[in-house]
T-cell receptor
Framework: DAKTTQPPSMDCAEGRAANLPCNHSTISGNEYVYWYRQIHSQGPQYIIHGLKNNETNEMASLIITEDRKSSTLILPHATLRDTAVYYCIALPYNQGGKLIFGQGTELSVKP | NAGVTQTPKFRVLKTGQSMTLLCAQDMNHEYMYWYRQDPGMGLRLIHYSVGEGTTAKGEVPDGYNVSRLKKQNFLLGLESAAPSQTSVYFC????????????FGDGTRLSIL
């Protein structure tokens, strides 16, 4: 499974877009990029996933570079409730969904 | 809509005691997972199940046993608890389709003295 690299922490002003980067330079062709977040003391929450096309849902947008070596999760209008640890995970589609969590990025949204 | 429910939410054990953590899901999901999370770290997979009656080892299975006798329940057992097993335990489930996301419970906080 590809290793992912994320900055340990980021700040964002409330109401602004939060752009969280993830490096996955060794990703293979059958690995999807998943994003989960974990709000303090709660279980992780699924946000979005993609293979090579950009994806958008009601929570966020996922931008994957053309060479698939990196991606960016975008929260378009961050709120205080978006303060959490965000995990970027590269996952083969055929491995039973066994998530491997790294350290993630601790996003602090400030008023 | 309960989703994934973990029981108990908190527990304190003495070294050598045994206990079972229960995970129940009401979404008819085929796949279920047990993770542990130590302070300042990401989750690590202990065991998982791809269906009723089947289990498999994850990344850190030593010291734990699991059973999936019913589709909706996934049990995690500690036969002889050790202080190194002090952690927060999360259960997750998902449907069997490709690229389906996992749904997590709110965790069990376990302290072993």
């Amino acid at each position: 499974d590809a290793k992912t690299t994320q900055p340990p922490s980021m700040d964002c002003a409330e109401g602004r877009a939060a752009n969280l980067p993830c490096n996955h330079s060794t990703i293979s062709g059958n690995e999807y990029v998943y994003w989960y977040r974990q709000i303090h003391s709660q279980g992780p929450q699924y946000i979005i996933h993609g293979l090579k096309n950009n994806e958008t849902n009601e929570m966020a947008s996922l931008i994957i570079t053309e060479d698939r070596k990196s991606s960016t999760l975008i929260l378009p209008h961050a709120t205080l409730r978006d303060t959490a640890v965000y995990y970027c995970i590269a996952l083969p589609y055929n491995q039973g969904g066994k998530l491997i969590f790294g350290q993630g990025t601790e996003l602090s949204v400030k008023p | 809509n309960a989703g994934v429910t973990q029981t108990p939410k908190f527990r304190v054990l003495k070294t050598g005691q045994s206990m079972t953590l229960l995970c129940a899901q009401d979404m008819n999901h085929e796949y279920m997972y047990w993770y542990r999370q130590d302070p300042g770290m990401g989750l690590r997979l202990i065991h998982y199940s791809v269906g009723e009656g089947t289990t498999a080892k994850g990344e850190v299975p030593d010291g734990y046993n699991v059973s999936r006798l019913k589709k909706q329940n996934f049990l995690l057992g500690l036969e002889s608890a050790a202080p190194s097993q002090t952690s927060v335990y999360f259960c997750a489930s998902r449907t069997a389709g490709r690229n389906q996301p996992q749904h997590f419970g709110d965790g069990t906080r376990l302290s072993i003295l």
